[in-house]
T-cell receptor, first 112, second 118 residues
């Protein structure tokens, strides 16, 4: 079946460090891929998305490229800030109802 | 613009008591609606989704139920809560499918309800 695997956290970085959070997926066909962010005590916010192979989603300095050959959608940011501390979820959407399948989330802590 | 509301924000209930969580969406019509649960240290689990009034699909068998009495209202209920029902409950909406591209539409989440069953 369809599934999403994210790197285990937590990830702790210093401010201005480079961030990579790995995400790989298993699905037949061509799912859409998403990154969501959850700040403490809040709901999820869409960070970026990609709907076909080689698409690059970007927002707020974050980027992810849909790589069908490696079934991956890794999240990157060149210089993280303390305000980026949150839990990041990778997800795929497929099927006639477009239901989302989430990874388990990766907690990021950025220290000043 | 569209907004999604959930209430209450937090809830503490004893085991065996009933539950009713409400979600409403503004600024859109005929949305798909979703209930998720996020247990401590775990990812998000889809509980129910609805494509229209009175139409509910259950993803996980359990002692919870959902109803959609109005187009933009989605309610999560239980007759008797269990300890294992504790968690963070999130409601989400998505635009109705147009042209068979359902998978490309993102979901938008509400602020969530923190439920503690004691």
């Amino acid at each position: 079946g369809n599934s999403v695997t994210q790197m285990e956290g937590p990830v702790t970085l210093s401010e201005e460090a480079f961030l990579t959070i790995n995400c790989t997926y298993t699905a037949t066909g061509y799912p859409s891929l998403f990154w969501y962010v959850q700040y403490p005590g809040e709901g999820l916010q869409l960070l970026l998305k990609a709907t076909k192979a080689d698409d690059k989603g970007s927002n707020k300095g974050f980027e992810a490229t849909y790589r069908k050959e490696t079934t991956s959608f890794h999240l990157e940011k060149g210089s993280v800030q303390v305000s980026d501390s949150a839990v990041y979820f990778c997800a795929l959407s497929k099927g006639s109802q477009g239901n989302l399948i989430f990874g388990k989330g990766t907690k990021l802590s950025v220290k000043p | 613009s569209q907004t999604i509301h959930q209430w209450p924000a937090t809830l503490v209930q004893p085991v065996g008591s009933p539950l009713s969580l409400e979600c409403t969406v503004e600024g859109t019509s005929n949305p798909n609606l979703y209930w998720y649960r996020q247990a401590a240290g775990r990812g998000l689990q889809l509980l129910f989704y609805s494509v229209g009034i009175g139409q509910i699909s259950s993803e996980v068998p359990q002692n919870l139920s959902a109803s959609r009495p109005q187009d933009r209202q989605f309610i999560l209920s239980s007759k008797k809560l269990l300890l294992s029902d504790s968690g963070f409950y999130l409601c989400a909406w998505r635009s109705r499918d147009r042209g068979g591209l359902a998978g490309s539409y993102e979901q938008y989440f509400g602020p969530g309800t923190r439920l503690t069953v004691t």
